[in-house]
């Protein structure tokens, strides 16, 4: 029992983070349909920015703490939904009418180009993460273990979550990102300025993809230039999942295919969890091609 | 590519790559290997364009498929000791076949149930199906698992690699080109038009995913006697997209056009390589002036993956507007 409670609460730390990538994806495959690739690049840079950031902000705050991490978390969130905007802006923005496909591989592109640049700038050799939060442990039962740094992760997911949800919902540019990924040209004709709402969702996107790097790298410690590529793909099998462009869905997909990694890895073998997202993905596509949540697409002739 | 002279460029070819094979041992290893590379590059781009060029599926699995040729053939000749030059190359021809049927095998099981998908999602099933192959080949201890497989036999030559990539070429050229063929670009075109004029969509599918797998589970057997060591971390997906990304830049479609990219682009690293071992240039003192592009090459090629889509982005070598 306590082996199971504890592998639960492993693979819902792990699964909140997967729903903090998931949402970046489904958020751009709701506005543009395209896979963005270099998303998980994005979540590498946030764990990087955080390993950069964290010596400088100790310099003027103590670190470990929780007024210091969070700026540090803050700082990275707000440097990656910089970044995010430049990529779009010069990457993909020339490509809007062209042929999905294209852009499709641009994405690729710019995500080689977040991979090698990083291993050029950072070095291919894995860095061990500051530790910028104190570590409590909250409960030590038998075999169960749970320290504070899970904790965060819960209570910084479901703040964000939250955040977006009102963002999305309550807010006019939220109301011009549904309009956008509903129909962009009636919104664009109704006055909606469709090139600052793409911009604000890559924005909104790579923020919380950085928010999810600096939540990984405080649990594992251990960051690399391609750190991002498995998480990455794992959260857009996730988005598929719960059914591409639903922001509910990607929380829930990212959750399910937390969780049920970390119990085939903690029950059955280790050595097959990479496979399977992959191996889920395919089952739920078999069954509801458009995810747990997703909206069936008729296609008009 | 004009089908008329097909089958003479076919029979050239074969006799071409037959008469460069006597020649190989007088090339130093390290030319002999790319020379290795760029043919089997170029069955795989060939036929992967199959699938995403003239059917336009959009498939990111293909280095798994060449990864279950690979290990397929490998494990037959391993069975094998030393044998004379006759046997070696029916047995090396067996394995391969082998190789790619088994490849096929696994298209048609990758292609049977993602039919119903499209584009992104066919994409990134096939990204996952790749994958898959990839964790399973790490865990089979038979083919030693996470470890590697050593290819006991280097039997890959001149005559094998570029006699299979013209009957490649061959192949996917007649297929396309024939009555039967026109379906695989109706597919592409317009599906639901394609499907109304009573076209078998899904036969179409099948059969590009199962022609594509064969020859890159041919190309699989071939690398593995070229190199003589598998991993399964080497067919990770980075592998398929270096494929892709060679279909692009030719131009979905286009085979003529592939070719040359996969040959470019086998070249290209090199290139940068042999660039940054320059000793000297005219006018500049250092020694080895250029030694950066050694650590840079890859993010050359990435940004120039994202110039080239930017620019030119129905590939490279198109230079007029196919018919419709």
Redesign the interface.
Known sequence: MTEFLQQLINGLAFGSILALIALGYTMV?GIL???NFAHGDVFMLGAFAGFYLAPRIAAVLPLPSIGGGLVVLVAAMAICAVLGVVIERF?YR??RK?????V???A???S??LE??G??AFGAAPKKFPQILPVYPIARVGGLSLDSNQIIVFVVTIILLLALRFVVLRTKIGAAMRAVSYNPEAAALMGVNTDVVISFTFALGSALAAAAGILWAINYPAIDPLMGILPG?KA??AA?LGGIGNLPGAALGGVIIGITETFVSGYI?S??R??I???V??LI??VK?SGLLGKKEV?K? | MSFRYAKTALTGAVVLSLLISLFANRLNSYWLIIGYNIGINLILAVSLNLINGYTGQFSLGHAGFMAVGAYTAATITNRFGDLNFVAANGIFFVALLAGGLAAAMAGLLVGLPTLRLKGDYLAIVTLGFGEIIRVILQNMNAVGGARGLSVMHGWTNFFWVFGLAAVTVYVVTALVNSTYGRGFIAVRDDEVAAEAMGINTTKYKVTAFVVGAFFAGIAGGLYGHAIQFLTPSGFGFMLSITYVVMVILGGMGNTAGVIIAAVLLTLLPEGLRLLADVQHLPGIAAERPLHWIGDTRMIIYSLLLIGLMLTRPQGLFRFQRQSR
């Open positions: 495959y349909r395209f896979i990457a020339p490509l062209q042929p999905r496909l294209t499709l591989i641009t690729i592109g710019v080689l180009f090698y640049t291993q050029f793909l857009f099998v598929v073998s050595t097959y990479d496979a997202a992959f191996a993905l395919i596509l078999l091609p296609e002739v």
